[in-house]
């Protein structure tokens, strides 16, 4: 079931109205079943994945928590692990594996027999598996107690608003909200459809109208001009930006309905005057949860220079796999990692900060400086090969006046500049939170605005949402 979908603008009304006439006690069963139809409703056969992992997972914390012996809870440990990322490999990069074991023993007659399998990949898998591992780590970790309530610990791990795409909640943050006594609050209605209506908003007018052209353009890069070929990769960059960021505020406004207060997962990412800056404001759940239970334990910062740029490569590369079974996504993580590294030496070594007015000349030029970077990285993230990436690449420079120039409607670009002032003016603040501040008139422009965009300028392809694939 698609956000974007007159389905859900059933389904989510219909919970929510729920909801608030169950008696507290029994809401858990409602987010239950309506979060396990939720789900069904892309491919009932892997709903036994979910049910799976939620039933080894619960088990295992409890037995954390009752076990002693080191060993023991290591075993238990390991046992997680290996269920959980065993799923994740399988489903997601056993092709991945054997084809790369293949093209290495071809030259030497080697592993020419290794079995194909037809599965298909599990929508929202990547999303389900963090947030479970999250749980064993902590009670591993003994910074959280295990839940002993099964019905509550299956809500944490399938609660429809951020179950398919995010953003990874913890256990500490999302867990206590699941079974507080939420009375019915206008505030909290008000706002999350708010943040709905504007999640729709960049989903399905900004992002749906940018994919075509950026499509066009890596689909057939060496027909297009120079021009073209920057324009379709400024285009994509905003359009993966546009879409995951529409669906992280739908599924934050979702949940604040329910009076459930899910983690932001973009800040405004694009005025971002550095990598380090960047990924403390892009897909914030995924980064923060590298960062606690990757990058620290390896020994994080403090540790010497060799060390630190292990461990970066490890984060940034293992991210990227996460995103995807393809070398070029690896590729994309390994280039932050070393942008990262080489900034994090040049600030460090020569005493450099960012201690400047926000839109002062000098602080605009790191961000465009910043966004360059990171808009020439997204190339390896959209390209089904390393063969296009470098097609696309080659293509910068075709001079040649014979060859096409895309043609991009005016509004389109009307659409850009609107998504590029709205997140101007939300670098501090989200949309609901602007809103609030905002006069009557300015506020039901803004209401009229979205509303006309979302009916009359949607995207004319219907474009799934780029993170359902990961």
Do not use: C
Not at 397 to 417: C, E
């Amino acid at each position: 079931m698609l956000f974007n979908s007159f389905p859900f603008l059933i389904f989510l009304p219909l919970v929510v109205m729920l909801y608030y006439f169950i008696t507290p006690k029994f809401r858990y069963i409602l987010l239950l079943l309506a979060s396990y139809y939720f789900y069904a409703s892309w491919n009932v056969h892997y709903l036994w994945l979910i049910l799976f992992t939620t039933a080894v997972d619960y088990g295992i914390g409890i037995g954390l928590e009752k076990a002693e012996h080191p060993l023991q809870r290591k075993l238990l440990l390991w046992t997680a692990l290996v269920s959980n990322l065993g799923l994740l490999f399988f489903f997601k990069y056993y092709h991945f594996a054997t084809d790369t074991i293949q093209s290495i023993g071809e030259p030497f007659n080697l592993f020419q027999q290794l079995p194909e399998l037809k599965v298909l990949l599990p929508v929202g898998i990547s999303f389900y598996t963090f947030q479970a591992l999250s749980y064993v780590v902590e009670v591993y970790w003994r910074k959280e107690q295990a839940e002993r309530h099964p019905g509550y610990f299956a809500l944490y791990i399938v609660y429809f608003p951020q179950l398919v795409a995010g953003p990874i909640e913890r256990y500490a943050r999302l867990a206590p909200q699941l079974k507080a006594n939420h009375g019915f609050n206008y505030d909290n209605i008000r706002q999350g459809l708010q943040l709905v209506l504007f999640g729709l908003f960049v989903k399905m007018v900004v992002a749906d109208n940018l994919a075509p052209f950026a499509d066009s353009i890596f689909s057939n890069p060496a027909d297009y001009h120079s021009a073209s070929i920057f324009t379709g990769i400024l285009f994509y960059s905003f359009q993966i930006y546009a879409d995951f960021y529409g669906y992280s505020t739908i599924a934050v406004g979702a949940a604040l309905m329910m009076g459930v207060k899910i983690m932001d997962n973009f800040k405004t990412p694009y005025l971002s005057r550095s990598i380090a800056e960047f990924w403390k404001r892009w897909h914030i759940s995924l980064s923060t949860w590298f960062r606690d239970y990757v990058f620290i334990p390896m020994g994080g910062s403090r540790v010497n220079r060799s060390r630190l740029f292990w461990n970066i490569l490890v984060v940034f590369g293992v991210s990227g796999l996460w995103h995807g079974a393809n070398w070029t996504f690896v590729v994309w993580g390994l280039i932050h990692a070393l942008l990262y590294f080489i900034e994090s030496r040049i600030v460090s070594t020569k005493g450099k900060s960012f201690e400047v007015s926000r839109w002062s000349i000098s602080a605009m030029l790191q961000v465009i400086h910043n966004f360059m970077w990171v808009s020439l990285a997204w190339v390896f993230f959209r390209s089904s090969g390393f063969g296009q990436a470098i097609e696309v690449f080659q293509a910068f420079g075709n001079f040649d006046m014979g060859k096409q120039f895309l043609s991009v409607p005016l509004f389109v670009w009307g659409i850009l500049l609107v998504f590029i002032l709205s997140d101007w003016l939300l670098y501090r603040q989200r949309i609901d939170e602007w809103l609030s501040k905002q006069g009557i008139l300015t506020r039901w422009f803004s209401y009229a605005f979205m509303l006309y965009g979302i009916m009359a300028l949607s995207g004319v392809e219907h474009v799934p949402f780029i993170y359902f694939q990961f």
